[in-house]
């Protein structure tokens, strides 16, 4: 008799979401090996077998402004998933980040008894923190990254499971700058600088000209430095290069990479980024930073509107309690303060390695064995009788 292999949709939004439900679908492939993953993502979540249905591409926007740009398509996409699921019920729904996407699917899916399942809480602790009874009609389970953000689920009855951060698991503990410069053909001793002005198209459109003009501002006043711009994509790449062009700066030396965001991050002296996930990741790199964000004007003013921000953006400051790395927004993120900032990290080595000492003990905190928790608490909520059959047809 054959047994139909559990079916498991998963939405990601972004290459961040591709990462860990990459990651997860490894974890459960180990405890479901026939187990059937759909749905959007990216192209590590495909190199394990992912089908998609849509590619991550089509909901990679951040921003009301560039949200409202591409509205009905958002919208017609989301539909077409709700129909496609309904008419064919997956065992499980994993929405991996893209809370403003995968929030509204889930409610429906919860609805019609398909379990639903949130991987990463959304920033609720940050702004907009009336969302949590929006999340608890979403979702069966939370799957939370970071150990503070537990105890506000449970205030309000919502299932969560705390499994730490996949990119803690993934990085190293070590600091493995000198290595990595190697493999650059670096030299040791020369100051290098890792500009990172988002994954997204629309972030590198706004942030692209601050970034280079800062680098410009950099190099006058240390005119041996190297700059390392790892691209996400093609797209991003052009959008890049079309700033230096624009700028006039392609005498500035600013090299260039395609993906290797990682590898940018380690070589620096430090690290020019922009919000999100990539401050974690400089973090666990053991990198001092200087964060950055800019967006459309419009989106900004709704955002202040909203309110309920803590004092502090970037990942890193959140997670510390308290400002240990400076932060530039909107209108206060120009050449000039950007370039001071990233000036004065390099001067001080002495805050430097004290950086690093709190970047160390952030990394142990969260680092968890997330993949494998994350797919402990999915196997919790597909049902008994299916998990069953699926591990008897293996």
């Not at 008894?113 to 009336?130: E, F, K, L, M, N």
């Not at 969260?366 to 059959?389: H, P, Y």
């Amino acid at each position: 008799m054959t047994v139909a292999a559990v079916r498991i949709a998963m939405v990601a939004g972004e290459a961040s979401g591709d990462i860990l439900a990459s990651q997860l679908i490894q974890a459960l492939r180990a405890k479901l090996p026939t187990a059937v993953f759909f749905g959007v993502g990216g192209p590590r979540m495909l190199g394990n077998g992912f089908e998609a249905w849509y590619p991550l591409e089509t909901l990679a926007v951040r921003g009301y402004a560039e949200v409202f740009g591409r509205f009905r398509e958002i919208i017609a996409i989301r539909r077409g998933l709700k129909r496609r699921l309904l008419a064919d019920p997956p065992d499980v729904f994993i929405g991996v980040d893209a809370p403003d996407f995968n929030l509204a699917l889930e409610k429906a899916l919860k609805r019609h008894g398909i379990p639903t399942i949130h991987y990463v809480s959304p920033s609720i602790w940050a702004w907009r923190g009336g969302r949590i009874h929006k999340i608890g009609a979403a979702v069966s389970r939370v799957l939370a990254l970071f150990p503070f953000e537990p105890a506000l689920y449970e205030r309000h009855g919502i299932p969560v499971s705390y499994v730490g951060h996949p990119l803690a698991d993934m990085l190293p503990l070590a600091d493995g700058r000198d290595e990595s410069r190697a493999l650059l053909g670096l030299c040791a001793q020369k100051p290098v600088f890792a500009l990172l002005p988002g994954s997204r198209q629309g972030e590198v459109q706004y942030m692209a000209d601050t970034f280079i003009e800062t680098a410009r501002r950099i190099h006058r006043e240390i005119p041996d430095a190297v700059f390392i711009a790892p691209m996400a994509t093609r797209e991003t790449r052009l959008l890049f290069e079309a700033a230096l062009h624009r700028c006039q700066a392609r005498q500035l030396p600013i090299r260039l990479l395609f993906g290797h965001a990682h590898q940018a991050m380690m070589v620096a002296d430090v690290v020019l980024v922009a919000s999100g996930t990539a401050t974690l990741e400089a973090a666990l790199l053991k990198r001092p930073m200087v964060m950055v964000y800019k967006m459309a004007p419009f989106s900004y003013w709704l955002m202040q509107r909203i309110g309920g921000y803590l004092p502090y953006h970037s990942l890193p400051n959140i997670l510390a309690g308290r400002f240990i790395v400076p932060e530039f927004i909107q209108d206060e993120a120009t050449p000039e303060n950007i370039a001071q900032a990233v000036l004065n990290l390099y001067a001080d080595t002495v805050v430097r390695e004290r950086l690093k000492a709190v970047f160390r003990e952030m990394h142990l905190k969260l680092r968890q064995n997330a993949a494998e928790k994350a797919a402990a608490a999915v196997l919790g909520c597909i049902s008994v009788a299916v998990r069953g059959n699926a591990l008897a047809a293996a």
